[in-house]
């Protein structure tokens, strides 16, 4: 007899727990506002990342063309995985110096780890990093970007 | 059906392949699996098939270089390989971090034991055949990766941790999204246990098997939620504390059933110790500096240095040789899931197949750890 | 021609007398069938499309998702896209596989589902067949259905499916045990196998009502075995994606694949519309004893309406099961079936025949 009403309320208990476990799912069913899916390319327009998510690297520039990059070469020598080159040249000041600047701050965004090490080492604040993460593109080439744009000067009150 | 016919029927082992492409290997793991119709008879794990070169990559990278890859290790428990890198360091050099540093490394540590446990939650419903588990827990991660992203800039690969401190002060926010997330939590936990802890499907799936003895987990090795539940002390948090963790209160977690279901438990029971912790400190975090001043280029003396901490998987062991250089001459990482692994085979002999998907689940295998 | 949306015996004697006027009754009774097997056939299509996509979009409700939104309004139609898309996909046949057996399989399957379907009542006069044993047909043909899963598990020549069609084997041959026994037990209580004669039965009371105790315990068995039965979780052994990848049918692609896939939707339909017939009442509207504006009122409701209602209601469940609960062991699913269900089955029969005996029911 004993071993008859264990045996029901096994059966019982176990029923109950299943209940239960149907509970939960049941109310997550019939409250559909909770529903947490972002619809991702639709929200484009609303989708704000946090501002010190890392998308890329940039190079601000303002609205004179000019940047705060001397070409010092501290980030190429922070990265991790060779994502930065950058090539110099001299050129003339007003003044008659021969002064070194920077041709070409080129970024292979394919190798990059995003690990904010260059960023962090920037002695003057040249690059940060961008909020941009829509990265896919039909031919790796792409990748590879100049950070500086096209006739940018460095900006007056940067210390070298 | 007499003995005798029995023995006329010709029965063969076969070796079955799960993995490296199999849905609950988690990555790229490959069990060779010999098997008597459903019994489990032997598993091999082979492993290498992710194998990255971390290790060997270190040599030619500086040591604040070091640190970043180790978010690729063992990537749900990506802040905790960065604190040791960076502990090992700090501890050659003497550098001393401020109090500011160590409570926000605690904090985030614990963040991310909780994202792990999580994730390994849901995971483990799924192997399970309960669907549903996978969306819950990673609804409740996404609270936690939005914290990390906010103040560390990114979801997975954190890099937050650097020689002599933090990559970045913490995010104003900070504060008040970790308590509405504890707060949350709280309330969500005891869902996760109506739906699978307490259901008799589960129980009777989990309770009994795989059991694993003290003597056995301290000979393979095994440490973390997996050892604790087997009544090893293994804690490192407890018996060799680290950062801030020589100023909370908190409870080992140390069982002594050892089976599947006993190592489930002790991670959930984990969640709740990791809460309190993040509510001892929360409230107060001293000030100070973030970032330790550091020299430009980091040198090592020469010398042995080894630092371990407690990841979300056990203890994660940080060798560095130096020869008094910018690059170690070698960096070994004792990782807490290759030697989970090798336990796979003891406690699964004899068992059917769909308990070593059960089991595989509770070792909480991180395939990228195994094959630094 | 007369068309009643309450019962459908106008209807389709209508059309058997517009036949038989110009036709000899030969042909007459082969356009019949020929008819009801198309509309069968569009039935199982339109059917399986409606119940992927509602699976879909429950199984996210239960997870906080939206499911499928992308393919027109809300989704609704991304189950005819996948459809397309399996139609297009090439048809694979492993090396060394037993190309016959292979072939054949799906087949079996998706015959056997047909040949049930053609026994549900879907509203008055509205029923293919109409045995006297119509309930013992359903249950004999849809334990054939194994045969296919077995020959798919045996032909592919891949392990994974070997085990899982294995696993399929033992638990359908347990399961139909206690299918066949709630049968019995509702058989007792209705007095006939006849599955119009049973719904006729319940139009003053559902069964389940009327049969209290006993038969709300066969009415939570048959729920249970039915789910057993159409392979699907917590009893989705054979299939177990986190332990065989895809079970049985691993190494099936394109249409092939959609004929397993389309009869575990068929198959959820019947084992939905069996509980509906011998417990909910089939196409009966809901009527409570004296109560004669609500009876009325649910009288209102076309039979069609109820049945259709009813046996989503069901398929709600069964969808509430698989969502919700993990995956039992192959030793414990015939554990559950030998230890609890058979013994409370027997049990269960033998309370029904005493309350028939006594007339302790309403």
Same mark, same amino acid.
């Given at each position: 007899?004993?071993?008859?009403?264990? %045996?029901?309320?096994?059966?019982?208990?176990?029923?109950?727990?299943?209940?239960?476990?149907?509970?939960?799912?049941?109310? %997550?069913?019939?409250?559909?506002?909770?529903?947490?899916?972002?619809? %991702?390319?639709?929200?484009?327009?609303?989708?704000?990342?946090?501002?010190?998510?890392?998308?890329?690297?940039?190079?601000?520039?303002?609205?004179?063309?000019?940047?705060?990059?001397?070409?010092?070469?501290?980030?190429?020598?922070?990265?991790?995985?060779?994502?930065?080159?950058?090539?110099?040249?001299?050129?003339?000041?007003?003044?008659?110096?021969?002064?070194?600047?920077?041709?070409?701050?080129? %970024?292979?965004?394919?190798?990059?780890?995003?690990?904010?090490?260059?960023?962090?080492?920037?002695?003057?604040?040249?690059?940060?990093?961008?909020?941009?993460?829509?990265?896919?593109?039909?031919?790796?080439?792409?990748?590879?970007?100049?950070?500086?744009?096209?006739?940018?000067?460095?900006?007056?009150?940067?210390?070298? | 059906?007499?003995?005798?016919?029995?023995?006329?029927?010709?029965?063969?082992?076969?070796?079955?392949?799960?993995?490296?492409?199999?849905?609950?290997?988690?990555?790229?793991?490959?069990?060779?699996?010999?098997?008597?119709?459903?019994?489990?008879?032997?598993?091999?794990?082979?492993?290498?098939?992710?194998?990255?070169?971390?290790?060997?990559?270190?040599?030619?990278?500086?040591?604040?270089?070091?640190?970043?890859?180790?978010?690729?290790?063992?990537?749900?428990?990506?802040?905790?390989?960065?604190?040791?890198?960076?502990?090992?360091?700090?501890?050659?050099?003497?550098?001393?971090?401020?109090?500011?540093?160590?409570?926000?490394?605690?904090?985030?540590?614990?963040?991310?034991?909780?994202?792990?446990?999580?994730?390994?939650?849901?995971?483990?419903?799924?192997?399970?055949?309960?669907?549903?588990?996978?969306?819950?827990?990673?609804?409740?991660?996404?609270?936690?990766?939005?914290?990390?992203?906010?103040?560390?800039?990114?979801?997975?690969?954190?890099?937050?941790?650097?020689?002599?401190?933090?990559?970045?002060?913490?995010?104003?926010?900070?504060?008040?999204?970790?308590?509405?997330?504890?707060?949350?939590?709280?309330?969500?936990?005891?869902?996760?246990?109506?739906?699978?802890?307490?259901?008799?499907?589960?129980?009777?799936?989990?309770?009994?098997?795989?059991?694993?003895?003290?003597?056995?987990?301290?000979?393979?090795?095994?440490?973390?939620?997996?050892?604790?539940?087997?009544?090893?002390?293994?804690?490192?948090?407890?018996?060799?504390?680290?950062?801030?963790?020589?100023?909370?209160?908190?409870?080992?977690?140390?069982?002594?059933?050892?089976?599947?279901?006993?190592?489930?438990?002790?991670?959930?029971?984990?969640?709740?110790?990791?809460?309190?912790?993040?509510?001892?400190?929360?409230?107060?975090?001293?000030?100070?500096?973030?970032?330790?001043?550091?020299?430009?280029?980091?040198?090592?003396?020469?010398?042995?240095?080894?630092?371990?901490?407690?990841?979300?998987?056990?203890?994660?062991?940080?060798?560095?040789?130096?020869?008094?250089?910018?690059?170690?001459?070698?960096?070994?990482?004792?990782?807490?899931?290759?030697?989970?692994?090798?336990?796979?085979?003891?406690?699964?002999?004899?068992?059917?197949?769909?308990?070593?998907?059960?089991?595989?689940?509770?070792?909480?295998?991180?395939?990228?750890?195994?094959?630094? | 021609?007369?068309?009643?949306?309450?019962?459908?015996?106008?209807?389709?004697?209508?059309?058997?007398?517009?036949?038989?006027?110009?036709?000899?009754?030969?042909?007459?009774?082969?356009?019949?069938?020929?008819?009801?097997?198309?509309?069968?056939?569009?039935?199982?299509?339109?059917?399986?499309?409606?119940?992927?996509?509602?699976?879909? /979009?429950?199984?996210?409700?239960?997870?906080?998702?939206?499911?499928?939104?992308?393919?027109?309004?809300?989704?609704?139609?991304?189950?005819?896209?996948?459809?397309?898309?399996?139609?297009?996909?090439?048809?694979?046949?492993?090396?060394?596989?037993?190309?016959?057996?292979?072939?054949?399989?799906?087949?079996?399957?998706?015959?056997?589902?047909?040949?049930?379907? #053609?026994?549900?009542?879907?509203?008055?006069?509205?029923?293919?067949?109409?045995?006297?044993?119509?309930?013992?047909?359903?249950?004999?043909?849809?334990?054939?259905?194994?045969?296919?899963?077995?020959?798919?598990?045996?032909?592919?020549?891949? /392990?994974?499916?070997?085990?899982?069609?294995?696993?399929?084997?033992?638990?359908?041959?347990?399961?139909?045990?206690?299918?066949?026994?709630?049968?019995?037990?509702?058989?007792?209580? #209705?007095?006939?196998?006849?599955?119009?004669?049973?719904?006729?039965?319940?139009?003053?009371?559902?069964?389940?009502?009327?049969?209290?105790?006993?038969?709300?315990?066969?009415?939570?068995?048959?729920?249970?075995?039915?789910?057993?039965?159409?392979?699907?979780?917590?009893?989705?052994?054979?299939?177990?994606?986190?332990?065989? $990848?895809?079970?049985?049918?691993?190494?099936?692609?394109?249409? /092939?694949?959609?004929?397993?896939?389309?009869?575990?939707?068929?198959?959820?339909?019947?084992?939905?519309?069996?509980?509906?017939?011998?417990?909910?009442?089939?196409?009966?509207?809901?009527?409570?004893?004296?109560?004669?504006?609500?009876?009325?009122?649910?009288?209102?409701?076309?039979?069609?309406?109820?049945?259709?209602?009813?046996?989503?209601?069901?398929?709600?469940?069964?969808?509430?099961? /698989?969502? $919700?609960?993990?995956?039992?062991?192959?030793?414990?699913?015939?554990?559950?079936?030998?230890?609890?269900?058979?013994?409370?089955?027997?049990?269960?029969?033998?309370?029904?025949?005493?309350?028939?005996?006594?007339?302790?029911?309403?």
């Amino acid at each position: 007899m004993k071993a008859l009403i264990q %045996y029901i309320s096994t059966i019982l208990q176990g029923l109950l727990t299943l209940v239960k476990g149907m509970a939960v799912t049941g109310h %997550y069913f019939f409250r559909p506002k909770l529903i947490t899916t972002q619809q %991702y390319p639709e929200n484009r327009q609303t989708l704000k990342m946090f501002d010190r998510f890392r998308g890329e690297v940039i190079m601000p520039h303002d609205e004179n063309n000019h940047h705060k990059c001397t070409g010092c070469g501290i980030c190429e020598m922070n990265c991790p995985n060779g994502s930065i080159e950058i090539i110099t040249k001299m050129i003339e000041t007003p003044e008659g110096k021969k002064k070194k600047v920077i041709d070409k701050h080129i %970024y292979h965004l394919g190798m990059c780890t995003l690990c904010n090490l260059c960023v962090k080492a920037c002695p003057t604040g040249a690059i940060v990093m961008g909020q941009k993460f829509e990265h896919a593109v039909w031919d790796r080439t792409q990748l590879t970007k100049v950070l500086n744009q096209p006739g940018s000067e460095l900006m007056k009150d940067v210390k070298e | 059906m007499s003995n005798n016919l029995q023995d006329k029927i010709e029965t063969q082992e076969y070796i079955v392949n799960m993995g490296p492409q199999h849905p609950s290997t988690h990555g790229v793991l490959r069990l060779m699996v010999n098997l008597e119709g459903e019994i489990v008879k032997n598993v091999d794990p082979v492993v290498g098939y992710i194998h990255s070169g971390i290790e060997k990559m270190t040599e030619s990278l500086a040591y604040p270089q070091i640190i970043h890859l180790t978010d690729r290790m063992d990537y749900l428990s990506a802040h905790m390989n960065n604190e040791a890198v960076a502990l090992c360091i700090e501890n050659a050099l003497q550098v001393e971090v401020s109090d500011r540093v160590k409570v926000i490394r605690t904090l985030m540590a614990e963040l991310q034991r909780l994202a792990s446990h999580q994730l390994w939650w849901c995971v483990m419903g799924m192997d399970m055949g309960a669907l549903t588990t996978f969306f819950y827990g990673l609804r409740d991660r996404e609270m936690i990766l939005d914290i990390f992203e906010e103040t560390c800039g990114a979801r997975l690969t954190l890099n937050y941790s650097t020689p002599g401190g933090v990559m970045f002060d913490l995010h104003p926010n900070f504060q008040k999204r970790v308590k509405e997330f504890t707060k949350y939590f709280r309330k969500v936990l005891p869902e996760y246990n109506q739906l699978l802890t307490g259901n008799v499907i589960f129980k009777e799936r989990t309770v009994g098997l795989g059991p694993l003895s003290k003597e056995d987990a301290i000979a393979y090795g095994v440490t973390g939620p997996t050892g604790r539940a087997s009544g090893f002390a293994c804690d490192v948090r407890k018996h060799n504390p680290y950062s801030a963790y020589d100023r909370v209160q908190f409870n080992e977690i140390l069982r002594t059933d050892g089976d599947t279901f006993g190592r489930y438990q002790a991670r959930i029971d984990e969640m709740y110790e990791s809460l309190n912790i993040i509510d001892q400190l929360i409230d107060n975090i001293p000030e100070g500096d973030y970032q330790a001043k550091m020299k430009g280029v980091i040198k090592l003396p020469e010398g042995e240095f080894y630092q371990r901490v407690e990841t979300a998987r056990g203890e994660l062991g940080v060798y560095i040789l130096s020869d008094g250089k910018k690059n170690p001459y070698r960096v070994k990482f004792r990782s807490p899931v290759f030697s989970n692994l090798w336990v796979l085979n003891h406690l699964i002999k004899g068992q059917k197949i769909a308990d070593l998907v059960a089991v595989m689940s509770t070792l909480d295998l991180v395939i990228p750890d195994i094959d630094r | 021609m007369a068309f009643d949306i309450y019962d459908f015996t106008t209807l389709t004697s209508s059309i058997h007398q517009s036949l038989s006027e110009s036709l000899p009754p030969l042909a007459v009774e082969m356009i019949e069938w020929t008819l009801v097997g198309l509309s069968m056939l569009i039935f199982v299509a339109l059917f399986g499309l409606i119940l992927v996509y509602l699976e879909r /979009k429950v199984c996210a409700l239960f997870q906080q998702r939206l499911g499928p939104m992308r393919v027109g309004k809300w989704g609704l139609l991304q189950t005819i896209a996948d459809f397309v898309k399996l139609l297009m996909k090439e048809l694979i046949t492993p090396n060394r596989a037993d190309k016959f057996l292979y072939n054949l399989a799906p087949f079996i399957v998706i015959i056997v589902t047909f040949m049930a379907i #053609a026994a549900i009542p879907f509203a008055k006069g509205l029923q293919a067949l109409d045995f006297d044993i119509g309930v013992f047909y359903v249950s004999a043909i849809s334990s054939l259905g194994v045969i296919g899963i077995l020959l798919a598990g045996w032909a592919s020549n891949n /392990k994974y499916s070997l085990i899982g069609a294995m696993r399929s084997g033992a638990q359908i041959i347990s399961y139909e045990l206690s299918v066949g026994l709630t049968l019995i037990t509702m058989i007792i209580f #209705a007095g006939t196998m006849q599955i119009s004669g049973i719904v006729d039965a319940q139009a003053s009371g559902w069964f389940i009502f009327r049969g209290h105790i006993p038969a709300i315990i066969a009415f939570i068995i048959f729920l249970i075995a039915g789910t057993a039965e159409t392979n699907r979780g917590p009893f989705d052994l054979a299939e177990a994606e986190s332990e065989l $990848t895809a079970g049985f049918h691993t190494e099936y692609s394109g249409i /092939k694949f959609a004929f397993f896939f389309l009869a575990e939707y068929v198959n959820l339909f019947i084992v939905s519309a069996m509980a509906t017939v011998l417990f909910l009442g089939g196409w009966q509207p809901l009527h409570f004893g004296s109560f004669e504006g609500f009876n009325q009122v649910m009288d209102f409701i076309p039979p069609i309406f109820w049945f259709f209602g009813k046996v989503m209601f069901i398929i709600y469940m069964i969808m509430w099961f /698989k969502w $919700t609960f993990p995956r039992l062991r192959v030793d414990q699913i015939l554990t559950l079936e030998w230890k609890y269900l058979l013994p409370v089955n027997l049990f269960n029969i033998l309370l029904m025949t005493l309350i028939v005996l006594m007339g302790w029911h309403f």
